[in-house]
């Protein structure tokens, strides 16, 4: 009996650890994704809006927003892991936790502060309006009344173009807006200012312009879902990346200047 007894003390802890073994910490009860294993920081960007965010002739994914959301990781002690998605469906993957922060030249907007944190931002863009080259009608944002433009569904710049009385062709990206127009099938477009630049410089002989710039700046930031802890640690890390000439580094690998403001 004595030997019985002694084998049930030994043995019951084990059982009910067994019984107590379900999934791996961290992992959901259904099929909901879960942000990031413990060591990643996982980042949501589109992949197909150069210079921030594009696949170079390698195929391998690059940018001035990569790169820095890579730096910014490896100063936080994390590892990047980049999930690729269209713009129009960004932001809800953040929603539904497909990943813990958004890196895809983010437009700072106070509709979009009342429902997210953002980080502090790292860089300032103007928006330009851009036309095909023999387009003599189109000279300023009040001439879009009527007019055809091609913007993402969640893009600042639609807001702006609606707002001047222009009908929307929803696009996938500024690449795409760009062929619309060489094609006829739109009238103009609204974009960054530095993507526009560095599409003429990778495609010059492109028969569109730009006849428009605005003139106030528009800051954009990472951005994170509400009352997360991890945006005081990016924040922390833009500081010491701007503080220590890491920033900058970028910033001229990219842009030849500093486009922090």
Known sequence: ???????????LPVALTACGAGKPSGEG????????TKGDLTI???????????HDESGALTGFDVELATEVSRRIG??????????????????????????NEVAVRPDRLEKYDMSDPYIVSRAVLVVASDNQTIKSLDDLKG???????????RKIAEEHGAKNTVVEGFNQAIDLIVSG?????????????????????????????EPD??????????????????NQALKDMHDDGAYLKISQKWFNTDVSK
């Open 29 to 36: 009860n259904n099929n909901t994704p879960v942000s990031g």
């Open 44 to 54: 949501g960007t589109e992949g197909t809006y150069a210079p921030f965010t594009f």
């Open 78 to 103: 994390r590892t990047p892991r980049f999930v690729e998605t269209k713009w129009d469906g960004m932001i809800a993957g953040l929603d539904a936790k497909r990943y813990d922060m958004v890196a």
């Open 147 to 157: 007019k055809k433009v091609g913007q993402s569904l969640d893009s600042n710049y």
């Open 1 to 11: 009996m004595n030997i019985i007894r002694i084998l049930l003390l030994v043995l």
């Open 185 to 213: 099938r739109i009238d103009a477009t609204i974009n960054d200012s530095l993507s526009y630049l560095d599409l003429k410089k990778q495609r010059p002989d492109l028969a569109v312009k730009t006849v428009y710039e």
């Open 217 to 234: 700046a528009t800051s954009n930031a990472f951005l994170l879902r509400k009352g997360d802890d991890l945006v005081e640690q990016v």
